[in-house]
C-alpha cells in the first residue's frame, strides 16, 4: 500500500469483522484503501466493496492501490453521512459489514497545501471535501468570539479558548488570518509560556476543533451510525475507530443504546487498542481505538 499509508488496527478490525468469502461491506472512509484491501482480501473471490471519501486526493490513491480487484471495489465521492442513498443509486447488494476509520490520513496531513498541519506554512483549509465553501479561514475569520470559543472547548477541549478566541478576533480587526503559522503565533501569544512548553504541542487543540468544524465531523458521525445499522443485514457487524474522546464517546453511547433497544450486540465491552509494537511502527496508532457491534 505504499509507505505513507498505514492502516490502523487493521489484523483487529478484519478479525473482528468476522469476514466471510463472497461477503459485501462497505468502507466509510476508505482514504487510500489501506483497510478495504484487507477486506477485498477477506471475501475473495466475489465479495464487494463499497468505499467513500470526501477526499479526491485519497480516491485516487485507493484507485492506484485497489486496482489489482477490478469490478469487486466500487469507489464513490461522498460524505458517509449520505451512505443510505449511494446505496440506493447503486447495483451493490446486501452490506454484511461496515468500516469507520475516523482518523485523517497520511494524504492529508502530510500535504503542506491542505492547512491541516502546522509544521507547514499552509493555507488555513483543512477542508477534506475541497469542494466545499467553508474552509478553515473562513472560520477563524468570520466566526464570533463565542462560537469560536465554544468549539474550542468543545471540540478541541481546549482549556484557553476563550484567551485564544479573543486573541483571533483581536487580530483579524488589523488583518485577515490566512495561514497556518499566521494562527500559531497567535496561539503562542494567547497561552501561558508553560502551556507552550508542554509534551503536546499548544496548537494541537485548537487545529483540531477547527477541522471538526469545516468538515462537520462530528455530525456527520452522529448520522452515519444509525443509518449503517439500518444498511447492515442481520448478522452484519460494524466497526469503528476513533481517534480521540469526542469522536469515541459517541460511538460508545450509539452502541450502548442499541445494546440496551435490542437492535445491536456490543462486540467489544472495552475499545480495542494498538499494541505497543503498532505504536513503535505507527506512532499515529496511539490514539485509536476500535467498537465493534453486530446488528441483532
Not at 477541522?211 to 451510525?225: C, T, Y
Not at 460511538?251 to 440496551?260: N, P, T
Request: hydrophobic letters at 45%; a neutral charge.
Amino acid at each position: 500500500m505504499g509507505a505513507e499509508h498505514v492502516p490502523v488496527l487493521l489484523r483487529e478490525t478484519i478479525e473482528g469483522l468476522r469476514l466471510r468469502p463472497d461477503e459485501n461491506a462497505v468502507d466509510c472512509t476508505v482514504g487510500a484503501g489501506g483497510h478495504a484491501e484487507a477486506v477485498l482480501e477477506a471475501t475473495a473471490p466475489h465479495g464487494r466493496l463499497l468505499g467513500l471519501d470526501l477526499d479526491e486526493a485519497a480516491l485516487d490513491a485507493a484507485r492506484r492501490n485497489l486496482e489489482r480487484f477490478g469490478s469487486r471495489a466500487m469507489l464513490v465521492h461522498e460524505s458517509y453521512r449520505n451512505i443510505e442513498r449511494v446505496l440506493l443509486t447503486l447495483p451493490f447488494g446486501p452490506v454484511h459489514a461496515a468500516l469507520l476509520d475516523l482518523g485523517f490520513s497520511s494524504i492529508e496531513i502530510d500535504d503542506p497545501s491542505r492547512g491541516f498541519s502546522f509544521r507547514f506554512d499552509a493555507p488555513l483549509d483543512m477542508r477534506f471535501d475541497r469542494s466545499q465553501d467553508t474552509t478553515a479561514a473562513e472560520v477563524v475569520n468570520g466566526w464570533s468570539t463565542d462560537d469560536l470559543a465554544r468549539i474550542l472547548w468543545e471540540y478541541g477541549e481546549e482549556r484557553f479558548a476563550r484567551n485564544i478566541a479573543d486573541a483571533v478576533v483581536k487580530a483579524r480587526r488589523r488583518e485577515r488570518i490566512l495561514t497556518t503559522f499566521a494562527l500559531v503565533d497567535l496561539i503562542a501569544h494567547a497561552v501561558p509560556g508553560w502551556y507552550r512548553r508542554g509534551k503536546i504541542h499548544f496548537a494541537t487543540r485548537t487545529f483540531q476543533a477547527l477541522r471538526i468544524a469545516v468538515n462537520d465531523e462530528l455530525g456527520n458521525l452522529r448520522a452515519v451510525l444509525p443509518a449503517l445499522v439500518r444498511a447492515l443485514e442481520p448478522g452484519g457487524r460494524l466497526a469503528v475507530i476513533a481517534f480521540h474522546s469526542l469522536e469515541d464517546r459517541i460511538v460508545k453511547e450509539f452502541f450502548k443504546a442499541g445494546a440496551a433497544e435490542g437492535s445491536l450486540q456490543v462486540v467489544t465491552k472495552r475499545p480495542l487498542v494498538a499494541s505497543d509494537k503498532e505504536v513503535e511502527d505507527n506512532p499515529r496508532s496511539r490514539s485509536a481505538k476500535l467498537r465493534i457491534a453486530v446488528k441483532q
